[in-house]
């Protein structure tokens, strides 16, 4: 049987965000390789909403494919890996099941965050995550030693996904579904936001209100092309920001003036 293969230069975790547009159409699996996925489909389909350059190919295990490719990822202290594999020998390990929900490792915006999270005193601190996504930063900031974590996501496959990662991993993670509003009057002694510039520009007053006063807010998912604009929007709500821009994208560490 003849399956169709999209290659496309985008990687696993941009093509995870339109991943129920995939499903829609057939989608298999999908693989990623040096910063680049093919995904996977019974027939071709031209609507698919990315590039890409489609090739007819023999018939595979999508799963196992699938499965083998996923490798983990050491960040400093903390290694992210699939629960199939055996984490390497590191301080801080953290298994996650790469389902429907953004947050492997692999992304540089997720790898800055765990960079920060490991930069930033933790112990006995409450952290808040929007956008948690599978919920791997929330859970690093818990095995980091923060006291207690809030993880919000709008999308309930992410809401299950962070759930049942919290309880491989033996943390206890409160996720609840929605935004900022699910935690409104409350504040956190650091608040990580790995979303995008149009959703941090949305979010940027109710993420200001959710700092505690010497709390930190830590920013990435911005592109460094669109990183004044989130400079911008930060310094408007009141915060003294610090950016660290990467290779294509920026993090932002934020406090209150």
Same mark, same amino acid.
């Given at each position: 049987?003849? /399956?169709?293969? #999209?290659?496309?230069?985008?990687?696993?975790?941009?093509?995870?965000?339109? #991943?129920?547009?995939?499903?829609?159409?057939?989608? &298999?699996?999908?693989?990623? %390789?040096?910063?680049?996925?093919?995904?996977?489909?019974?027939? @071709?389909?031209?609507?698919?909403?990315?590039?890409?350059?489609?090739?007819?190919?023999?018939?595979?295990?999508?799963?196992?494919?699938?499965?083998?490719?996923?490798?983990?990822?050491?960040?400093?202290?903390?290694?992210? =890996?699939?629960?199939?594999?055996?984490?390497?020998?590191?301080?801080?390990? &953290?298994?996650?099941?790469?389902?429907?929900?953004?947050?492997?490792? =692999?992304?540089? *915006?997720?790898?800055?965050? #765990?960079?920060?999270? %490991?930069?930033?005193? #933790?112990?006995?601190? @409450?952290?808040?995550?929007?956008?948690?996504?599978?919920?791997?930063?929330?859970?690093?900031?818990?095995?980091?030693?923060?006291?207690? $974590?809030?993880?919000?996501?709008?999308?309930?496959?992410?809401?299950?996904?962070?759930? $049942? !990662?919290?309880?491989?991993?033996?943390?206890?993670?409160?996720?609840?579904?929605?935004?900022?509003?699910?935690?409104?009057?409350?504040?956190?002694?650091? +608040?990580? $936001? !790995?979303?995008? /510039?149009? /959703?941090?520009?949305?979010?940027?007053?109710?993420? /200001?209100?959710?700092?505690?006063?010497?709390?930190?807010?830590?920013?990435?998912?911005?592109?460094?092309?669109?990183?004044? *604009?989130?400079?911008? +929007?930060?310094?408007?709500?009141?915060? +003294?920001?610090?950016?660290?821009?990467?290779?294509?994208?920026?993090?932002? &560490?934020?406090? =209150?003036?």
């Amino acid at each position: 049987m003849t /399956t169709w293969a #999209l290659h496309s230069p985008l990687d696993l975790d941009a093509c995870n965000l339109r #991943l129920p547009a995939f499903e829609g159409a057939g989608l &298999l699996g999908m693989v990623e %390789q040096d910063g680049a996925t093919t995904l996977y489909f019974a027939e @071709r389909v031209d609507e698919v909403p990315i590039p890409g350059r489609w090739e007819a190919i023999a018939d595979t295990d999508w799963n196992a494919a699938w499965r083998a490719s996923i490798a983990p990822v050491v960040v400093g202290r903390v290694a992210v =890996h699939p629960p199939w594999l055996e984490p390497p020998a590191v301080e801080v390990p &953290l298994a996650i099941e790469p389902a429907q929900a953004f947050g492997t490792g =692999h992304h540089e *915006t997720t790898a800055a965050c #765990l960079t920060a999270l %490991q930069e930033l005193p #933790l112990d006995g601190r @409450r952290v808040l995550d929007v956008g948690t996504g599978t919920g791997v930063l929330a859970l690093a900031a818990l095995r980091l030693g923060a006291a207690s $974590a809030v993880g919000v996501d709008t999308d309930p496959v992410a809401v299950a996904t962070a759930s $049942a !990662n919290a309880v491989a991993n033996g943390l206890a993670l409160d996720v609840r579904e929605g935004s900022t509003e699910a935690v409104a009057g409350d504040s956190f002694d650091l +608040v990580v $936001a !790995n979303l995008d /510039t149009a /959703t941090v520009s949305a979010l940027a007053g109710d993420l /200001t209100r959710a700092l505690a006063r010497d709390g930190v807010l830590v920013v990435s998912g911005v592109s460094v092309e669109r990183l004044d *604009t989130v400079l911008g +929007v930060l310094t408007a709500a009141g915060l +003294v920001t610090d950016a660290r821009p990467g290779v294509e994208w920026a993090l932002v &560490l934020a406090r =209150h003036g």
